[in-house]
């Protein structure tokens, strides 16, 4: 004997619902007699689904300006003491800010480029130069 998919549909689906996409019923596998349909948000028990997303960071970019007024030496030791850079890249990165006008610090988490970019804006103020540091989302 031969079964029409419409007999199964009439028998399983709860009333006054539409029949279930086929992939549903596949997903959930074989009626364990819960009463439970398998189908999103007609379960009887409770979903204990896991969903292992792994969101990655939002990162941002610490970038300093170009001035015509702060000294070479104080932004060396600026990238030196806030970013961590050894003399070497912290006279590369200063260069590069002077001869094209904005230039890359590092990369961070939002509250970590805000940090940042607070001390940098903080040290420069104490010492009445005007250089700027931003922040821009990756
Ligand atoms: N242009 C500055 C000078 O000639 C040096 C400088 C470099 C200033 C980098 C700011 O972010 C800066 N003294």
């Known amino acids: 004997m031969t079964t ?7 028998i399983a689906e709860p009333a006054g619902l539409p029949p279930a996409p086929v992939h549903e019923y596949l997903r959930a596998g074989p009626d364990d007699g819960s009463g439970d349909s398998g ?3 007609q379960e ?4 204990t689904k896991t969903r292992t997303k792994t969101k990655r960071p939002n990162l941002y970019r610490v970038l300093l300006l170009n001035d015509d007024y702060t000294p070479m ?16 890249d912290a006279m590369r990165i200063m260069l590069h800010v002077h001869q094209k006008g904005v230039g890359e610090c590092g990369i961070y988490p939002y509250e970590v480029a805000e940090t940042k970019v ?9 010492n009445q130069h ?4 931003v922040m821009e989302k990756q």
């Open 4 to 10: 029409s998919r419409h007999a199964i549909a009439a």
């Open 73 to 88: 030496e104080f932004v060396v030791l600026v990238l030196q003491d806030v970013f961590n850079k050894s003399r070497e």
């Open 118 to 126: 607070t001390r940098v804006m903080d040290i420069a103020r104490k």
């Open 39 to 41: 189908r999103p948000g």
């Open 130 to 133: 005007p250089l700027q540091c």
């Open 44 to 47: 009887t028990g409770t979903a």
